[in-house]
Nanobody, 115 residues
Framework: QVQLVESGGGLVQPGGSLRLSCAASGFSFSRYVMTWYRQAPGKERELVARIIGAGGSTNYADSVKGRFTISRDNAKNTLYLQMNSLKPEDTAVYYC????????WGQGTQVTVSS
């Protein structure tokens, strides 16, 4: 069965960095588009970044362009999100997503940006 497990969240000061990971299993990871989403309190879930399976083509929400980098290690079945220059408005639960017939989600990892 498809499983997605996020890790790497935490509390960081404004301007700091975090790297999130998403360990995937139960499907041919390298073949699928992988996406990071986030959901802040009282707000809808929003797309943060997406990466295509083989070629590594990426796209980003305007709010994170130039600060966040999505990447993947297909040998390790792992998706990453490097987050730099973090802002308080980046505070949210971050989820990884794969559509393997149906959409699958991890449990999420909390990122809090605060001084």
């Amino acid at each position: 069965q498809v499983q997605l497990v996020e890790s790497g969240g935490g509390l960081v000061q404004p301007g700091g960095s975090l790297r999130l990971s998403c360990a995937a299993s139960g499907f041919s990871f390298s073949r699928y588009v992988m996406t990071w989403y986030r959901q802040a309190p009282g707000k809808e879930r929003e797309l943060v970044a997406r990466i295509i399976g083989a070629g590594g083509s990426t796209n980003y929400a305007d709010s994170v362009k130039g600060r966040f980098t999505i990447s993947r290690d297909n040998a390790k079945n792992t998706l990453y999100l490097q987050m730099n220059s973090l802002k308080p408005e980046d505070t949210a639960v971050y989820y990884c997503n794969a559509i393997v017939g149906l959409p699958f989600w991890g449990q999420g990892t909390q990122v809090t940006v605060s001084s």
